[in-house]
């Protein structure tokens, strides 16, 4: 037959493949629903020269798929990252559902990133379909805890991660279709503020507000925020107090940092778990860290970059890249291993109720992957 289907990479073929992946509403929460794409993932792979793992859930989670191509594994390889889950709650796609309005494709996580983790696996079909194999094995690692900071694949991702040559992760592209090859380090904090309740008009002299003190430690923690050098605090989360007309016994926060280096890591994390009160008989405690390490701009990574925006450039597009706060499993590779990310779709609106992905960046990137399996050796 002539036309559409002598294409490996139609556009509107591929698009078909990440509608039925869109369907199934994925919130990192409903573990049944995550399970449930990942048996479509891992029985897409069952007539391919490839063995599936699937690595059972728990804390609540769903399962992750490991695919490993027949070829190659005895070496290091390319792994390539991608998360099942959205952050879009169940029923989401009633308000947001798959549809094409000229060259955008709505839907819950069609951009972050099931777009970009079908781009993965239509890449590896394709080169499973042709006669000559790549020079390295392929590894295409699916998790089902992304968006919450990676708790449960951590460790899978990190352990694969070591074993491979090169990193490869379906994130979405950026501004444009620009990839990414540095991402700050993400951390996390709880505050916990204990002061003395009195009646706040009859006896305020016995008390000691919490919620005062906790206003101390969000202006010492918002001060350390230094756009210039790349670092971020935020207090997005505060909680304490019972009642008006009572001085506050407890007071609560949560904080999220982003630092473009190790360094500033190193220096930020224990000035921030060392917050003292200001406060006589105010006691203030500090829990967390770093969970998701500084993704810098290595000379292996550029090295594999340069190698990306070569075929981006015979393909017939230019590969721009950029450096983003936001975290990814890529975080979690890049300090050992050549890492790449971005490599997904592209497209506007991660985590919004106007999610959408440009339907003529699918043939550009899927053909960049499939380039990618093919070269790298």
């Given at each position: 037959?002539?036309?559409?289907?002598?294409?490996?990479f139609?556009?509107?073929?591929?698009?078909?493949?990440?509608?039925r992946?869109?369907?199934?509403?994925?919130?990192?929460?409903?573990s049944?629903q995550?399970?449930?794409?990942?048996?479509?993932?891992?029985?897409?792979?069952?007539?391919?020269?490839?063995?599936?793992e699937?690595?059972?859930?728990?804390?609540?989670?769903g399962d992750?798929?490991?695919?490993r191509?027949?070829?190659?594994?005895?070496?290091?390889?390319i792994l390539?990252?991608s998360?099942?889950?959205?952050?879009?709650?169940?029923?989401?796609?009633?308000?947001?559902p798959?549809?094409?309005?000229?060259?955008s494709?709505?839907?819950?996580?069609i951009?972050?990133?099931?777009?970009?983790?079908?781009?993965?696996?239509?890449?590896?079909?394709?080169?499973?379909?042709?006669a000559?194999?790549?020079?390295?094995?392929?590894?295409?690692?699916?998790?089902?805890?992304?968006e919450?900071?990676?708790?449960t694949?951590?460790?899978?991702i990190?352990?694969?991660?070591?074993?491979?040559?090169?990193?490869?992760?379906?994130?979405?592209?950026?501004?444009?279709g620009?990839?990414v090859?540095?991402?700050?380090?993400?951390?996390?904090?709880d505050?916990?503020?204990?002061?003395?309740?009195?009646?706040?008009?009859t006896?305020?002299?016995?008390?000691?507000?919490?919620i005062?003190?906790?206003?101390?430690?969000?202006?010492?923690?918002?001060a350390?925020?230094?756009i210039?050098?790349?670092?971020?605090?935020?207090?997005?989360?505060v909680?304490?107090?019972?009642?008006?007309?009572v001085i506050?016994?407890?007071?609560?926060?949560?904080?999220?940092?982003?630092?473009?280096?190790?360094?500033?890591?190193?220096?930020?994390?224990?000035?921030?778990?060392?917050?003292?009160?200001?406060?006589e008989?105010?006691?203030?405690k500090?829990?967390?860290g770093?969970?998701?390490?500084?993704?810098?701009?290595?000379n292996?990574?550029?090295?594999?970059?340069?190698h990306?925006?070569?075929?981006?450039a015979e393909?017939g597009?230019?590969?721009?890249?950029?450096?983003t706060?936001?975290?990814?499993?890529?975080?979690?590779?890049?300090?050992?291993?050549a890492?790449?990310?971005?490599?997904?779709?592209?497209?506007?609106?991660?985590?919004?109720?106007?999610?959408?992905?440009?339907?003529?960046?699918?043939?550009p990137?899927?053909?960049?992957?499939?380039?990618?399996y093919?070269?790298?050796?």
């Amino acid at each position: 037959m002539i036309g559409t289907s002598s294409n490996p990479f139609d556009s509107k073929t591929i698009l078909e493949g990440i509608r039925r992946w869109v369907e199934i509403e994925t919130p990192t929460e409903a573990s049944g629903q995550v399970n449930k794409l990942a048996t479509v993932v891992a029985d897409g792979y069952r007539d391919l020269p490839a063995t599936i793992e699937r690595v059972a859930g728990h804390s609540g989670c769903g399962d992750h798929i490991v695919a490993r191509s027949s070829w190659g594994q005895d070496e290091p390889g390319i792994l390539v990252l991608s998360h099942l889950d959205t952050v879009h709650p169940m029923g989401f796609i009633e308000r947001l559902p798959f549809k094409i309005e000229g060259d955008s494709a709505f839907g819950p996580g069609i951009y972050d990133m099931k777009g970009g983790a079908y781009l993965a696996y239509h890449a590896f079909r394709q080169l499973c379909a042709t006669a000559g194999r790549s020079p390295l094995g392929v590894t295409q690692l699916y998790v089902s805890d992304e968006e919450i900071g990676s708790p449960t694949s951590r460790a899978l991702i990190e352990a694969e991660g070591r074993k491979a040559k090169y990193v490869l992760v379906t994130e979405p592209a950026r501004d444009g279709g620009k990839i990414v090859t540095g991402r700050k380090g993400v951390a996390r904090f709880d505050v916990f503020v204990k002061g003395v309740p009195a009646h706040a008009g009859t006896r305020p002299e016995d008390g000691r507000s919490a919620i005062r003190e906790l206003a101390n430690v969000i202006q010492t923690l918002e001060a350390m925020t230094d756009i210039k050098r790349g670092v971020t605090v935020n207090v997005g989360v505060v909680r304490g107090g019972t009642r008006p007309n009572v001085i506050a016994e407890e007071a609560y926060a949560e904080v999220d940092m982003r630092v473009p280096t190790i360094a500033d890591a190193d220096e930020l994390v224990p000035k921030i778990l060392n917050l003292k009160s200001r406060s006589e008989g105010v006691s203030v405690k500090v829990a967390g860290g770093l969970n998701r390490p500084p993704y810098e701009k290595g000379n292996a990574g550029a090295a594999l970059y340069e190698h990306a925006k070569t075929l981006a450039a015979e393909i017939g597009f230019d590969l721009v890249d950029t450096s983003t706060g936001g975290g990814s499993d890529g975080n979690f590779t890049a300090p050992h291993t050549a890492t790449l990310d971005g490599l997904g779709v592209d497209g506007q609106g991660a985590h919004t109720h106007y999610e959408q992905m440009y339907i003529s960046s699918i043939e550009p990137r899927a053909r960049l992957l499939h380039r990618l399996y093919q070269t790298l050796r």
